[in-house]
T-cell receptor, first 111, second 116 residues
Framework: GQNIDQPTEMTATEGAIVQINCTYQTSGFNGLFWYQQHAGEAPTFLSYNVLDGLEEKGRFSSFLSRSKGYSYLLLKELQMKDSASYLCAVRGPGGSYIPTFGRGTSLIVHP | GAVVSQHPSRVICKSGTSVKIECRSLDFQATTMFWYRQFPKQSLMLMATSNEGSKATYEQGVEKDKFLINHASLTLSTLTVTSAHPEDSSFYIC????????????FGPGTRLTVT
């Protein structure tokens, strides 16, 4: 099985930087996703990491360490619209390409 | 980019009735569609995976006779919640994959079901 852990809630100030951590324990690993989900809406894809290291995409970056079972999502120059839930999802071993989602981290950005 | 639609976006029904939710891939052929359920402040829980033209694969604990899934074409999957009860009230989200070597699922906008 898979166990995914993220903080429940975080707050940050507009313009600041915030790091959302995700740790996972799986019997195998085949990639990690980050999704953004605004309240009452479907998740939207942010990033996908399968190799160790940092992937940068505009204001958002995602880091993966497979040996530590650890990932983080880094959001820079925070904007009010970044207030949302951020879901970490891990794809399992073998032929299963269906990711398992964590509970999500609710990020509140205040002025 | 790939677009997935869901209909209806919101539905209120009485206990004991059935509700059908449609999921369509608008600009690509979805060989595989997924149905998720999400309770408030909870994670997305996969209910079932459906492949076009074959029976859906249900996750453990999901009643296949209560949640009927049909994937009749490469662009349409339906989820029917039969004999709905208030505890079935939730946010139902579908996603679709083209089934090739893709790393992405494309999510629909979700359907808010309220059973009174």
């Amino acid at each position: 099985g898979q166990n995914i852990d993220q903080p429940t809630e975080m707050t940050a100030t507009e313009g600041a930087i915030v790091q959302i951590n995700c740790t996972y324990q799986t019997s195998g690993f085949n990639g990690l996703f980050w999704y953004q989900q605004h309240a009452g809406e479907a998740p939207t894809f942010l990033s996908y990491n399968v190799l160790d290291g940092l992937e940068e995409k505009g204001r958002f970056s995602s880091f993966l360490s497979r040996s530590k079972g650890y990932s983080y999502l880094l959001l820079k120059e925070l904007q009010m619209k970044d207030s949302a839930s951020y879901l970490c999802a891990v794809r399992g071993p073998g032929g299963s390409y269906i990711p398992t989602f964590g509970r999500g981290t609710s990020l509140i950005v205040h002025p | 980019g790939a677009v997935v639609s869901q209909h209806p976006s919101r539905v209120i029904c009485k206990s004991g009735t059935s509700v059908k939710i449609e999921c369509r891939s608008l600009d690509f052929q979805a060989t595989t569609m997924f149905w998720y359920r999400q309770f408030p402040k909870q994670s997305l829980m996969l209910m079932a995976t459906s492949n076009e033209g074959s029976k859906a694969t249900y996750e453990q604990g999901v009643e296949k006779d209560k949640f009927l899934i049909n994937h009749a074409s490469l662009t349409l999957s339906t989820l029917t919640v039969t004999s709905a009860h208030p505890e079935d009230s939730s946010f139902y989200i579908c996603s679709a994959s083209s089934g090739r070597a893709t790393n992405e699922q494309y999510f629909g906008p979700g359907t808010r079901l309220t059973v009174t």
